[in-house]
């Protein structure tokens, strides 16, 4: 199994629909990131959480909300699925205690229609 | 504000060319400096990474990345090209501020010629 396992892979919606997109993971890491990634922008941050009770807004959280269920679950929604939303979603973990590397989910891509 | 630079959208070089992906940063301090590769279809996977001491750093694959403070760059290096390496290649810093959240770069990527 996956180190960071995101599901779905693939979705369509439509506009105006919720959507969660989810994130487990099996490191045993602290902290937790939910990136979106667009051709030629790279990944930006939209939320991140370095434990369970520590949530913070990323550089593009507008229209997006996460909450950390457990250590290795993290969960990202769109409570009202727009077009510009539809992108690459990556989560990503990290551990405080050694280095800053971060392990990455495969993604799911989210087509918004 | 802080910055990750990677001039080249795209590179192409010949199988079994040398490669160098150019990488800079605009901070001011030394962040710690990453470099990650995505194959199509996947999630990005860590190359290497620096923290401090030698400022020329080996990682998976056959890469290396030196470090030059002088010019805020981290370039990406490779001697010899293999078509499996064809991926898009990002550079990215976790800064010291706010519990060293990365930055990532908008990507260059990695064509491979026959």
């Known amino acids: 199994d996956a180190d960071v396992t995101q599901t779905p892979r693939n979705r369509i919606t439509k506009t105006g629909k919720r959507i969660m997109l989810e994130c487990s993971q099996t490191k045993g890491h602290d902290r937790m990131y939910w990136y979106r990634q667009d051709p030629g922008l790279g990944l930006r941050l939209i939320y991140y959480?370095?434990?369970?009770?520590?949530?913070n807004k990323g550089e593009i959280s507008d229209g997006y909300s996460v909450s950390r269920q457990a250590q290795a679950k993290f969960s990202l929604s769109l409570e009202s699925a727009i077009p510009n939303q539809t992108a690459l979603y990556f989560c990503?973990?990290?551990?405080?205690?050694?280095?800053?590397?971060?392990?990455f989910g495969s993604g799911t891509r989210l087509t918004v229609v | 504000a802080q910055s990750v630079t990677q001039p080249d959208i795209h590179i192409t070089v010949s199988e079994g060319a040398s490669l160098e992906l150019r990488c800079n940063y605009s901070?001011?301090?030394?962040?710690?400096l990453f470099w990650y590769v995505q194959s199509p279809g996947q999630g990005l996977q860590l190359l290497l990474k620096y923290f401090s001491g030698d400022t020329l750093v080996q990682g998976i694959k056959g890469f290396e990345a030196e470090f030059k403070r002088s010019q805020s760059s981290f370039n990406l290096r490779k001697p010899s090209v293999h078509w499996s390496d064809a991926a898009e290649y990002f550079c990215a810093v976790a800064l010291n501020t706010g519990g060293f959240k990365t930055i990532f770069g908008a990507g260059t990527r990695l064509f491979v010629k026959a």
């Open positions: 990503a973990t990290s551990d405080t205690r050694a280095n800053y590397g971060y392990t």
């Open positions: 901070y001011g301090a030394t962040p710690y």
């Open positions: 959480s370095f434990d369970v009770k520590d949530i």
